[in-house]
């Protein structure tokens, strides 16, 4: 255990945490106590509907400066003992490997423009053959068609990819290669979020990479979750500093909730929400449209999960308070729920960028049903928390019709620290909810695999049993009458998006 290890100054762990609206750093102490962030917001850019670009260069400068800033904190370079990278999911960039520069923008998770070229694919019946290999369905969330169509499509990825100085790679592969000045790697859970990675192999597909038009020389070494990744460069900290963890943000929050059994699951409420149920060293498969995930890989063992992704959950708050102006913070959405004893019938489908799980219909748009003179923003407001509490019951349906019923559920996220939305979660699952006194179980994930990779604490379990912190915890407290009004109303309005 790490409280019997003696650890001096140096054993601080510095955690990137690379989210879709911002990216931040976060200092940990060896007992997963949190010593300090910064933080700073990424630029979201829209260039046509259904289409999310980054600038990863914007990406690569805001991370360095929160990281220098945490650094600082800490008291240098040699005070800090490793680096965990957690990281938004499916988002590709490609850059040359000579210059270290990109070559276009970043094609975001919440990209939909290969809907097309996974229509023709599934039209030519590809879609079981790869769901049965990588567990991920045809759909313009997962990486490998962003890829394809960033050769397609950007001049200068082609020319790369024809000098063969090409590298395409999700965010956590870009970042190691800018800190260490070179080193192309991505972890076993990114890597099985790209659709060119299958669930029982080793490295990148050749038959997958053809599938897709993705040239194999332009992807990085598939690694584990925990290790010794490479040194940052002197210049970059004042010192070299050890990479030791790697892993997706939903993975991250997953260990860092301490789902390290099987049937143990989470739920993330971010940008979108992400439910995971760890599945042991079985590869999983799925009759209801879920997806089989590498959950984190060690020594070359991987564990596996079950996974139901839905795309649009702290962004429909930020949709309504940024782009409509009915709220003037986030945390306003609880204030006005508890202000009204219903939301008056009004229901929101937040299909913004397509429904996800269970249903996968990325040419779905959102819906905002049960309108009437009677509806004000504390309606709205209400409807929005309330449709997090439908996609979940949706996704249970589906997790218990491939075998993986829960029984509890344990939530983290930026958007969890709402009282009145976790009660409504337990409420209309029926099922006892779990919450964390510290929320950012991502950054939490990613330290604790940082300090398993630099020797610091023997495995994960330890390190989850150290760190952890105080749970609270939400009971049910909703008649069967009012949950299946509710659901009545849900379906309704789902069946118009």
């Known amino acids: 255990m790490w409280r019997g290890i003696h650890m001096g100054m140096t054993q601080k762990i510095l955690v990137l945490d690379e989210g879709t609206t911002s990216t931040r750093a976060m200092l940990f102490s060896p007992a997963g106590e949190p010593l300090g962030s910064a933080q700073q917001e990424l630029t979201q850019h829209y260039p046509e509907p259904g289409r999310v670009e980054h600038d990863a260069t914007e990406i690569w400068h805001r991370t360095l400066a929160c990281a220098r800033e945490m650094v600082e904190k800490a008291g240098g370079a040699d005070q800090i003992a490793a680096i965990g990278i957690t990281n938004q999911r499916e988002t590709v960039v490609a850059w040359d ?43 313009p969330y997962f990486s490998g068609t962003k890829m394809r169509w960033l050769v397609d499509n950007e001049p200068a990825v082609k020319a790369a990819a024809d000098a063969g100085t090409l590298a395409l790679g999700t965010i956590e592969s870009w970042l190691v290669y800018k800190l260490t000045g070179g080193t192309f790697i991505s972890d076993a859970s990114n890597a099985s979020r790209t659709l060119l990675l299958p669930l029982g192999g080793v490295q990148f597909d050749d038959g997958l990479c053809d599938l897709f038009g993705v040239p194999k020389s332009a992807l990085g070494e598939v690694v584990d979750n925990a290790g010794a990744f490479g040194t940052t460069l002197p210049e970059l900290f004042g010192g070299p500093i050890a990479i030791t963890g790697l892993v997706g943000d939903q993975q991250s929050a997953t260990i860092g909730q301490g789902c390290l059994s099987p049937g143990e699951t989470k ?28 959950l984190y890989q060690e020594a070359g063992k991987r564990t596996y999960a079950l996974e139901g992704s839905v795309f649009v959950a702290g962004s429909l708050v930020q949709w309504l308070r940024d782009s409509l102006g009915l709220l003037g913070t986030a945390a306003e959405t609880e204030t006005l729920a508890r202000s009204i004893d219903s939301s008056g019938g009004v229901v929101i489908i937040p299909a913004m960028s397509g429904l996800g799980a269970p249903h996968w219909q990325p040419e779905a748009r959102g819906v905002i049903a049960g309108l009437s003179f009677a509806t004000g923003r504390a309606q709205i407001a209400r409807a929005a928390l309330e449709a997090m509490a439908h996609q979940t019951y949706d996704l249970a349906a589906a997790f218990a019709a491939d075998g993986a019923q829960w029984t509890s559920l344990k939530i983290d996220g930026g958007m969890s620290a709402n009282d009145w939305m976790a009660q409504d979660i337990a409420n209309m699952l029926d099922l006892p909810v779990e919450r964390p006194d510290f929320v950012e179980t991502t950054a939490l994930g990613a330290a604790m695999l940082a300090a398993q990779g630099a020797g610091l604490v023997p495995s994960l379990e330890d390190a989850s049993a150290t760190m952890r912190g105080n749970i609270g915890s939400f009971g049910p407290a909703m008649d069967s009458a009012e949950r299946e009004s509710r659901l009545a109303a849900w379906n309704r309005a789902m069946a118009a998006a």
């Open 267 to 294: 739920a993330t409420y971010g940008t979108g929400a992400f439910i995971l149920a760890n599945k042991g060293h079985d590869i999983p498969s799925s009759d209801n449209r879920l997806l089989g995930t590498v």
């Open 97 to 139: 490997r000579n210059s270290g520069e990109p070559l276009a923008r970043a094609l975001v998770w919440q990209d939909r423009r290969t809907a097309d070229f996974c229509d023709t694919l599934k039209t030519a019946g590809h879609e079981a053959g790869v769901q049965k290999q990588t567990g991920l369905l045809l759909d």
